[in-house]
């Protein structure tokens, strides 16, 4: 085909803009139609919900874009800490935001708990004998990195976790500041996460999506449970919380492995998919674990409102266009 025929069909090639398709799917993201802002009609749930977190966002940069961070710690600014999520007359009146709350709050811990079985498995050698260790030395491992103290004195040194006005404080910020590899740090965000399970603690609403809305009962390792080994363990030294810790790591690694035991059809064995293996009361690993968060996916949609025109970033801040604040009515 001729270089000539090529350049008539620019419009073809991936990541160039095009009208059309970059207003069809404006109108996707955002639940409306024809460039307006009306979010009514033939629209389903999950539409009406990707505008609600749309439109939180966008708020939640005309209030922080300035401050120059991502576009997650921008929500999590507006919506996670402070009273804005509530007297800000945009985000109070979006339904969702409560949600986000709860799931930004909830976020802290998941990644408490993924970069302390991070390094633990990093401390265990291979199969072949290096390093590998007993259930006795791991426990050891974390318990000689806790404080020489009791668990209620670790509890009631750390940073009030609301105001005096009742609201929410950033006690998870200033505990990652301190260094978010450092095992005692994630200790003790999974401490801070418990203390904020409690009732009366967050908003009914707030906790329902803590917790997880199907939730019924404790399950392993979430806030509660993490609560009600604070309650158990109060009078004892943090290095016995700690010990247990990593038992209930070491078992809930091995429900994980054997809820997904199966057959592999290549040798009709039985196929085990952990990194973690047990062999004569020693354990092995056969790599390391993840330590990153698990994503929530603002990064990606703030992203794709860029794209889209909604978003702009200026002087290294984010901003919302005067097109975004339209569609999205982030204006009170």
């Known amino acids: 085909m001729p270089f000539a025929d090529l350049e008539t069909a620019g419009q073809a090639a991936l990541g160039v803009p095009c009208q059309a398709e970059r207003e069809w799917l404006t109108g996707v993201l955002t639940a409306t139609r024809g460039g307006g802002t009306d979010a009514q009609g033939d629209w389903e749930a999950s539409d009406r919900t990707r505008r609600a977190t749309l439109r939180i966002l966008g708020r939640a940069i005309d209030l922080h874009g300035h401050d120059g961070d991502g576009y997650q710690e921008t929500l999590r600014t507006a919506v996670a800490f402070g009273e804005e999520a509530t007297t800000d007359p945009v985000l109070a009146t979006i339904p969702e935001t409560a949600g986000w709350r709860g799931v930004l709050l909830r976020h802290y811990s998941v990644g408490a708990w993924r970069r302390l079985w991070a390094a633990l498995v990093a401390d265990v050698g ?25 668990v209620r004195r670790v509890v009631d040194d750390l940073p009030p976790l609301k105001n005096a006005a009742g609201q929410l404080l950033p006690v998870e910020r200033q505990l990652l500041a301190q260094g978010a590899d450092a095992p005692m740090t994630n200790v003790l965000l999974l401490m801070v996460g418990a203390l904020r399970s409690r009732e009366g603690h967050l908003p ?41 810790l ?28 952990s990194r973690l293996h047990l062999r004569n009361e020693r354990y092995f690993k056969t790599g390391d674990e993840g330590d990153s968060d698990i994503g929530t996916r603002i990064p990606q949609l703030g992203s794709l409102a860029t794209q889209l025109g909604l978003f702009a970033v200026r002087d290294e801040c984010h901003t919302v266009t005067t097109e975004g604040r339209r569609i999205l009515e982030t204006n009170p």
């Open 204 to 244: 009914s609403d707030v906790r329902a999506i803590f917790l997880g809305r199907q939730r019924r009962w404790a399950e392993f390792l979430d806030p509660t449970w993490v609560d009600g080994l604070i309650v158990d363990y109060a009078d004892r030294p943090v290095r016995d919380l700690a010990a247990r």
């Open 246 to 273: 990593v038992d209930d790591m070491l078992a809930q690694s091995r429900r994980v492995a054997l809820a997904k035991l199966r057959t592999d059809p290549a040798s009709g064995g039985l196929k085990i998919f």
């Open 126 to 150: 291979s199969k072949d004998g290096e390093a590998d260790r007993s259930a006795e030395e791991l426990r050891d491992w974390l318990a000689q990195q806790a404080p020489d103290a009791d």
